[in-house]
């Protein structure tokens, strides 16, 4: 590897994006890496420039930013042999947090990189766009959607904010799913769909999915009453919230989902209204990840 393409978002984490794209790039440089710069104007423009970087033959993507800039890239090199690289600096980055990347330090982050170690990472499908962590449709998602119409505050605060206003009108939700071909109705908090356990800044809601068995996690939070689940929030960072009896998991292939009014989420971003179908796509593409000593992430 000699040659990689750097995607910047820097207003990422709130202006952190810009300062950690001088640290990582100078280090990779550093490094003996020719790196190319990217940085579009908007998504749209983001995104053609790394699907040009990708054709010109760059022998990497490195995203500088959250999720939300990891899920652009992966669109574009979903179906490719060139592996993406996660340089954190967002708000969530749960994605680097299920790779075990260094979510503080841009030069551990970019070690990463330069030395080399790739694994295989199975992607979540909806509708022909690929999802890394977990697809939202539920409470979640309309805290999602409620956040997204708010001018402030910024940050992890709106939605905060956001969640305290959708729990003041929030009621359970009936669900039509299909679970592998099976079909299941059920009134419920969310139904959530991982490929990796966590979302939004390491909500482990879909506690013990792995990125690379070929499977979906299906999590399902049935009816509760708005101060249980205010009590049971916590519980979401540490995964213990599986011990509830609201909880209930499913591991499939392929779901779908359809619900009233419900607009779905997938690394953070909308991705529509549902009814949808999510499938399990293994080894879509490879990533950087630690590896171990004297071996690679994958083992090969």
């Known amino acids: 590897m000699r040659r990689i393409a750097v995607l910047v978002n820097p207003t990422a984490g709130g202006g952190r994006g810009f300062r950690v794209a001088e640290q990582a790039v100078t280090y990779l440089e550093r490094a003996g890496l020719t790196v190319r710069r990217l940085q579009g104007r908007d998504s749209d423009e983001a995104a053609a420039l790394a699907g040009q970087a990708v054709e010109g033959g760059s022998d ?14 992966l669109q574009v090199l979903r179906g490719t042999e060139t592996p993406l690289g996660v340089i954190p600096a ?79 009108v929030f009621e359970p939700i009936r669900y039509a799913l299909e679970l592998d071909g099976a079909p299941y109705e059920l009134d419920a908090m969310l139904v959530a769909i991982g490929n990796g356990p966590s979302y939004g800044g390491g909500l482990r809601i879909c506690e013990g999915a792995v990125i690379d068995d070929g499977l979906l996690d299906v999590v399902i939070i049935k009816p509760v009453s708005k101060l249980e689940l205010v009590r049971v929030y916590p519980r979401l960072f540490t995964g213990t919230h599986v011990r509830h009896p609201a909880y209930e998991r499913h591991r499939v292939h392929s779901v779908s989902v359809a619900a009233p009014g419900i607009v779905a989420f997938g690394d953070g971003e909308r991705l529509g209204p549902l009814p949808i179908t999510v499938s399990s796509v293994p080894s879509a593409m490879r990533v950087f990840a630690p590896g171990e000593p004297g071996g690679n992430a994958t083992g090969d």
């Open 60 to 73: 990497a993507l490195v995203t500088v930013g959250g999720d939300g800039l990891v899920h652009l890239a």
């Open 90 to 168: 967002g708000t969530g980055n749960d994605v680097a947090r299920l790779l075990g990347i260094d979510r503080k330090d841009a030069r551990a982050a970019a070690d990463v990189i330069v030395a080399g170690h790739t694994r295989a990472l199975d992607l979540a499908d909806v509708s022909g766009t690929g999802v890394v962590t977990v697809v939202a449709t539920g409470f979640d998602s309309k805290v999602s959607e409620r956040a997204n119409g708010m001018t402030w505050p910024r940050g992890q605060m709106r939605y905060n904010i956001a969640t305290l206003l959708e729990l003041r």
